[in-house]
């Protein structure tokens, strides 16, 4: 089945280590995303990617770093600058700026 | 990219026709008009899109005013399993990066 898959669901972390989400898709699209969502609240962007090799910061970047050296997989990396890091991480990815973007089930992070 | 506002929640009951507003006065030329659902711990999933007029299909309308400075999510004959959030984005316009910003959403609850 063609999709957006993130692994993992749940992920426990202890404060001051780094830790990668993972993000891939089989969908063959250009542009992926990466957002952090806390509760109650809506959708804020990370990072995103629309081709191979590049990437731009979000809206909240600081304290996270990405790679896009795939075009099916953009793998976000929380690092210890990140001072709350405890939230839920959606990836999505679109064929491109114009048409519907496809989410992974997220992953939830709990830093400890 | 253009702003958006709507409604921080809404009740209604189920088989009742619920209608969600959005504004977004600052729309450009070229913005599309998308709205996603998002339920607890997943996603969001992409409901419609439509850039003027009306567009329709198997789970919901869209209604586009003249001047596209809002527009109108319709679910008709609403039941529990549609208690959500509704995320309406305008974009991408003059903006050739492909990003994709959610504002806070519209929590729906739908009641017996």
């Known amino acids: 089945d063609g999709g957006i898959t993130q692994s993992p669901k749940y992920l426990f972390r202890k404060e001051g280590q780094n830790v990668t989400l993972s993000c891939e898709q089989n969908?063959?699209?250009?542009?992926m995303y990466w957002y952090r969502q806390d509760p109650g609240q809506g959708l804020r962007l990370i990072y995103y990617s629309q081709i191979v090799n590049d990437f731009q910061k979000g809206d909240i970047a600081e304290g996270y770093s990405v790679s896009r050296e795939k075009k099916e997989s953009f793998p976000l990396t929380v690092t210890s600058a990140q001072k709350n890091p405890t939230a839920f991480y959606l990836c999505a990815s679109s064929a491109d700026k114009n048409t519907e973007a496809f989410f992974g089930q997220g992953t939830r992070l709990t830093v400890v | 990219l253009a702003k958006t506002t709507q409604p921080i929640s809404m009740d209604s009951y189920e088989g009742q026709e619920v209608n969600i507003t959005c504004s977004h006065n600052n729309i450009a030329t070229n913005d599309y008009i998308t709205w996603y659902q998002q339920f607890p711990s997943q996603g969001p999933r992409f409901i419609i899109q439509g850039y003027k007029t009306k567009v329709t299909n198997e789970v919901a309308s869209l209604f586009i005013p003249a001047d596209r400075k809002s527009s109108t999510l319709s679910l008709p004959r609403v039941s529990l399993s549609d208690t959500a959030v509704y995320y309406c984005?305008?974009?991408?316009?003059?903006?050739?990066?492909?990003?994709?910003?959610f504002g806070s959403g519209t929590r729906l609850s739908i009641r017996p």
């Open positions: 984005l305008v974009g991408p316009g003059q903006d050739s990066a492909s990003k994709i910003i």
């Open positions: 969908l063959n699209h250009d542009a």
